[in-house]
């Protein structure tokens, strides 16, 4: 089992940065961490991924070049830099693990096996 948590969500002006930081116990068997969002009514959408121990990167369009994801695998931690934010990026950030080493999936929610409990990010213009 995998447990996740995240940490570091809150109220940033428009403009502003935020880090979310994502604490991974028992991730003996997963390989890629995910970082996803959910807007009120919308459905949950991938923001970005990144293998455990470090290597290639994924974005979703509208994040890339304000966002980055990292990792210390030392740290079992995953990180997600938020730059420029915008109020559109006002939602529930959701940290995700996964067993399933197909990076043509990532951006599938559902093909994530643990899941954090989510921090609010909100973004005032």
């Known amino acids: 089992q995998v447990q996740l948590v995240e940490s570091g969500g809150g109220l940033v002006q428009a403009g502003g940065s935020l880090r979310l930081s994502c604490a991974a116990s028992?991730?003996?068997?997963?390989?890629?961490a995910g970082w996803f969002r959910q807007a009120p009514g919308k459905e949950r959408e991938f923001v970005a991924a990144?293998?455990?121990?470090?290597?290639?990167?994924y974005y979703a369009d509208s994040v890339k070049g304000r966002f980055t994801i990292s990792s210390d695998n030392a740290k079992n931690t995953a990180y997600l830099q938020m730059n420029s934010l915008k109020p559109e990026d006002t939602a529930v950030y959701y940290c995700a693990a996964r067993t399933k080493s197909d990076i043509a999936t990532l951006r599938r929610a559902a093909l994530y096996d643990y899941w954090g409990q989510g921090t609010q990010v909100t973004v005032s213009s």
């Open positions: 028992g991730r003996t068997f997963s390989t890629y």
């Open positions: 990144i293998y455990w121990t470090g290597g290639a990167t």
